[in-house]
Nanobody, 123 residues
Framework: QVQLVESGGRLVQAGGSLRLSCAAS????????MGWFRQAPGKEREFVAA????????RYADSVKGRFTISTDNAKNTVYLQMNSLKPEDSAVYYC????????????????WGQGTQVTVSS
């Protein structure tokens, strides 16, 4: 059993930065990849970024490439999402996901999900 808890979401001005954290517990390292997804009101949940626990492999959505960075701290069982140059369209509930066997962009590729943390970017 894996439990994921996101934190760090808040209101921020456009152009600003945030770092989201996902604290994991359970047999987290049996999961090859972790991911971040987001969901805005009226929209489907969409892929943001994914990373292998080794840190050697990453994948990003085109919409965030060059602005967001996903990373892990294995000693702390934590995954981070550093978000820079934030835009209003980045506003969403951000979810941490675990249990993937590849760096998949598909929701069904992940077995465990956190409760989400709200990110609001004002213009």
């Amino acid at each position: 059993q894996v439990q994921l808890v996101e934190s760090g979401g808040r209101l921020v001005q456009a152009g600003g930065s945030l770092r989201l954290s996902c604290a994991a517990s359970g047999r987290i390292f049996s999961s090859y990849a972790m991911g971040w997804f987001r969901q805005a009101p009226g929209k489907e949940r969409e892929f943001v970024a994914a990373i292998s626990w080794s840190g050697g492999s990453t994948r990003y959505a085109d919409s965030v490439k060059g602005r967001f960075t996903i990373s892990t701290d294995n000693a702390k069982n934590t995954v981070y999402l550093q978000m820079n140059s934030l835009k209003p369209e980045d506003s969403a509930v951000y979810y941490c996901a675990a249990g993937a066997t590849t760096l998949t962009t598909m929701l069904r590729g992940y077995d465990y999900w956190g409760q989400g943390t709200q990110v609001t970017v004002s213009s």
